[in-house]
């Protein structure tokens, strides 16, 4: 049962213009999320969390919206640069316990 | 936020055989998973390593193939054990602290 979905595999989207990736859930028990950006060869890196406390939370071009009543999340990158192409994972989980993934959208940012 | 130092970057190894993969951090933590990304999948838990205690394994993962050691807590260990094709990933160790989680950099492993 996949509890963290990321139902786009892959996204394309030109230099300088908003970058979006969603991330859906099943699980009302969440109550924290983070985004990860991954390289090909190289382990995730950590880009941006929110607690399910807030609704929003910015971090230069980052900034992730969750929306509980949704069950949804998404991440915004503006201005998107070539350097944020890239495999990009949700993860959610619950009174430190283990995350739960996605299965991860391939951003590719056109110069 | 907590650096973790994962060895080794990559290896090619015989079926068969064994493997052991190290993560040292630089920070006491208390929390350390061990993670497995196959090819075009996303991460999986393994399982977590407390110091001081058993790995709590997830279904599917068990301690004859997957051994974990954690003597301390700034290092953990990971065997895959007697390995073959199918045990090709990537397989990452995190850790949980104060600020969040951190990942090491991860092992790309190939089985041949």
């Known amino acids: 049962d996949q509890q963290v979905k990321q139902n786009s595999p892959s996204l394309s989207v030109q230099e300088g213009r908003i970058s979006i990736l969603n991330c859906d859930y099943t699980n009302s028990m969440f109550d924290y999320f983070l985004w990860y950006k991954k390289y090909p060869a190289e382990g995730p890196t950590f880009l941006i969390s929110i607690s399910s406390i807030k609704d929003k939370n910015e971090d230069g071009r980052f900034t992730v919206f969750l929306n509980k009543s949704a069950k949804h999340l998404s991440l915004h990158i503006v201005p998107s640069q070539p350097g944020d192409s890239a495999v990009y994972f949700c993860a959610a989980n619950y009174n430190f316990n283990k995350f739960y993934f996605g299965s991860g959208t391939k951003l590719n940012v056109k110069p | 936020s907590a650096v973790i130092s994962q060895k080794p970057s990559r290896d090619i190894c015989q079926r068969g055989t064994s493997l052991t993969i190290q993560c040292q951090v630089d920070?006491?933590?208390?929390?350390m998973f061990w993670y497995r990304q196959q090819p075009g999948q996303s991460l999986t838990l393994i399982a977590t390593a407390n110091q001081g205690s058993e790995a709590t394994y997830e279904s599917g993962f068990v301690i004859d193939k997957f051994p974990i050691s954690r003597p301390n807590l700034t290092f953990s260990t990971l065997t895959v054990s007697n390995m073959s094709p199918e045990d090709s990933s990537i397989y990452l160790c995190?850790?949980?602290?104060?600020?969040?989680?951190?990942f090491g950099s991860g092992t790309r492993l190939t089985v041949v």
């Open positions: 920070s006491q933590v208390t929390m």
């Open positions: 995190s850790v949980a602290g104060a600020d969040g989680y951190t």
